[in-house]
């Protein structure tokens, strides 16, 4: 929101000195943002000017005029200009040759369009007043300026501007009578409220039927009918200024006054064309297949959910948003309705974003409007009307008044001391709610309890805490003590977290990339991944208010993810690439509990904190990776070799060396794998048995297709949380005496993995074996149908001593037996 200093210190009196800083520092410490403070960016000789005459230069593409213009010199100027919002006798503000404008920009004198111009007649933006560029500033009739003085002062340029951030809860504070008021609350002097209005003097009947039908969309409306306005009435010099500097358009003496008392008291209004309107004026809900163009030409398709302004001929204006077309203030306008009504604001937001309007009217009531301010606005805008505009009220004020009582709010007198750790008394608490403005309806200093009325401009205080906050606020946030806790000594990071380094370390030194992806998932995905229906994936939570509508389930597996960071990469150009993600997926369990609405007051207990639990589906840690491309380039030294299923087994066989725990595979089939090359990831559960972690090995065609990333595609996505703790590392005990090295090659049917074998001799051969490694996997004709031969290099070693061959042989033969009786193994002559 944009306001003038000068604007806001006629409603409060501020001590003296340097206003502008007083009035900065207050609103910063009362939590205001100033974003900015405009200034006149400008120098040389910016002036007055009145028109002389226009000539159209009609041999261009583009409406161009060429305009002499006074300038308070013994000639006129020359000056080509391209508006056409302007005619001979306007006031414009006209920049010289010299003249440095906002932004650097300077004026000098130039020929265009075979003319030379010799000067430039300036729009709002130009002037830095506002984004308005559509034509140029013309100035009231009625300036006091003649032509040739300096235009920074009678256009209060040299005033400065304050650009403020107004938070969503404080509605009041987009008018210059809340931000007065907060100024003066602030700085502890008075001010004066511009919204005590006298009514205006009116007779006779209601000036107007007006119905309202949604009282809960609407639940006061105020409207009064004036006559005899001169539709030729120029709006005050003093009021255009004041609406230029708020950077709004001026557009006639009507629109004018509707506006400035929007910004003044900060209370929307319209103003209908009387002799426009069709029967009675009827607040109602919109039904399907009505349509309304707006003022800003556009067609509106309605609905149920749409508040609406009508009359017998329909729809005439989108409630609390913007007015329509139909009965627009024009140029010939005698007659008005003024219209000022308290709309819900839930209602107004939901309007506001369905139909992606956003006007200054929707954004003050979706925050929060003064209801009493609605009386008090008409009175306002017949006052300027007929001061200025000759206007007369026809029959008296309409007031269709369906408001309910507001609820105190009940506060402890000991909360804010308790919150903010300050020891506030009951008189001050007493003193801040008065000066705030409200009401200790109940209650007394030597009490316990206040029920406190809230003023009506404070639609944001419901609930005590709300209250407290404001008490906080206006004693001195630097009041509050700031006090760090002590952290608790020897916590560092826990063992998750330091597995979970340690495996991103892991990953990152084997050559792959972390890359954290988007959390949540399209629902078609589940199809792409060629999931069953029954798969405990496709069981995703949808989120109430999502980001995007194309991807409003949570995640519950991390490749989607990945494979449109590989998609992306692939289609930038890069062709080896080997991605890594570890993070947390959403796996529901069952039908959750609803979590419990706890109370802000006390810490919650361990029962409260078990409920609120239950509430969260399970969020287990994962890690997924995926590689494409070059496992081992080519070059001078030999041919090079793409990423393979093995290449990603031996990834996870890394990840379980940095985790502490040894992970083995087995054969499996699961989507969205490729059934014969995947692969089932297992460790020793805590009762001996396997337990499947996650699965690895090379995507699925079909997959790779409908994820539009290259075939032969390899992953692996394992749950972090399901791997057992690993054991208190320990440092190798090194035998200083030689292995001995023997090789072993047993015959098995072709099902059995070699997993289950190397298991097997392992355990067979005790802790003689030192090492272990399969170095050939062979099926031919030589072992026979439905037979395997597999190779192994065993490493035999003793701590104490140096091993005969006899104890080595034994231990290979044990080995042996052990294998043969575990998988069928049989010594391969």
Sequence with gaps: MRVPLSWL???????????????????????????????????????????????DLTEFKKPIRYCQVDVGESQARGIVCGATNFAVGDLVVTALPGVVLPGGFAISARKTYDR???????????????????????????????????????????????????????????????LA??????????????????????????????????????????GLVLTGLDPGAPSPAWLQRRLT??????????????????????????????????????????????????????????????????????PIGLAAVMGGRSTEIHDATT????????????????????????????????????????????????????????????????????????????????????????????????????????????????????????????????????????????????????????????RGLTAGQRRRRSIARSLADQGYVESPAYPFLDPAV???????????????????????ETEPLMRTTLLPGLLKTLRRNLGRGQRDVALFEIGLVVRPTGEAARAPVLPVSSRPDDEQIAALKAAVPRQPWRVGLLAVGAAELSGWWGKGRPVDWTDVLAAVAEIGTAAGVRIRSSADEHAPWHPGRCAALLVMGTDGADLVIGHAGELHPGVCAAMDVPAGTVAAELELDLLPPSAAA????????????????????????????????????????????????????????????????????????????????EARDAAVAEAHRRTGAVLRG
């Excluded at 009739?141 to 400065?160: E, K």
């Excluded at 919204?195 to 009947?205: A, E, I, Q």
């Excluded at 309202?212 to 639940?219: A, L, Q």
């Design 526 to 548: 589940f199809d792409a991944l060629r999931l069953p229906d029954d798969d405990e994936r496709r069981k995703a939570l949808r989120l109430a208010n999502p980001i995007s």
């Design 245 to 314: 500097q708020a950077g709004i358009r001026t557009v006639s003496l009507a629109v004018d006054v509707t506006n400035f008392v929007m910004v003044e008291l900060g209370q929307p209004m319209h103003a209908f064309d009387l002799d426009l309107l069709t029967g009675p004026l009827v607040v109602r809900r919109g039904t399907a297949g009505e349509h309304l163009i707006t003022l800003d030409g556009v067609q509106r398709n309605l609905s149920e959910a749409d508040l609406l302004i009508t009359d017998d001929t329909g």
């Design 116 to 178: 030379i111009s010799d000067g430039m007649i300036c729009s709002t933006r130009e002037l830095g007043l506002g984004d308005e560029h559509t034509g140029i500033l013309v100035l009231s009739a009625d300036l006091s300026a003649a032509p040739g003085a300096a235009a920074v002062t009678a256009l209060g340029l040299d005033d400065p501007v304050f650009e403020l951030e107004i938070t969503p809860d404080r509605g009041d504070l987009l008018s210059v009578r809340g």
């Design 9 to 55: 210190v006629e409603y409060v009196s501020l001590p003296a000195g340097d206003a502008l800083g007083t009035v900065t520092d207050v609103l910063v410490r009362l939590g205001v943002e100033v974003s900015e403070i405009h200034r006149a960016d400008l120098s040389g000789p910016l002036v007055i000017g009145r028109v002389l005459e226009i000539e």
């Design 181 to 222: 008021r907060e100024i003066g609350l602030g700085l502890g002097v008075p001010s004066t409220d511009p919204g005590r209005v006298d009514p205006p003097l009116t007779s006779g009947p209601p000036s107007y039927e007006i119905r309202v039908e949604d009282t809960t969309g609407c639940d006061r409306f105020v």
């Design 335 to 490: 007659g008005l309705l003024l219209e000022a009504a308290h709309w819900d604001p839930v209602t107004v937001s939901r309007t506001s974003r369905g139909h992606g309007l956003f006007s200054e009217a929707a954004r003050r009531f979706e925050r929060g409007v003064d209801p009493e301010m609605t009386t008090a606005a008409i009175a306002r805008a017949a006052q300027l009307l007929t001061q200025y505009g000759g206007a007369k009220p026809a029959g008296s004020v309409v007031d269709v008044d369906n408001r309910t009582l507001r609820a105190p709010v009940v506060l402890d007198v000991s909360l804010p001391s308790r919150v903010a750790g300050v020891d506030y008394s009951v008189e001050h608490v007493c003193d801040v709610l008065t000066r705030l403005g409200a009401a200790v309806v109940s209650g007394s200093h030597s009490g316990e309890v206040f029920e406190v009325l809230p003023p009506s401009w404070r639609m944001d205080l419901v609930d005590p805490h709300d209250v407290v906050e404001e008490i906080v606020r206006l004693s001195g946030y630097d009041q509050v003590p700031s006090v760090l806790p002590v952290a608790p000594a020897g």
């Design 730 to 809: 320990t440092a190798p005990i090194l035998s200083a005496y030689p292995p001995v090295l023997l090789d072993l090659a047993v015959m098995v049917p072709a099902d059995v993995p070699a997993a289950a074998v190397e298991a097997a001799i392992r355990e067979g051969a005790g802790q003689l074996l030192d090492e272990l490694r399969l170095f050939d996997d062979y099926s031919g004709a030589q072992v026979g149908q439905g037979q395997r031969s597999l190779a192994f290099a065993l490493q035999f070693r003793a701590p104490d001593r140096t091993l005969t061959g006899t104890e080595a042989t």
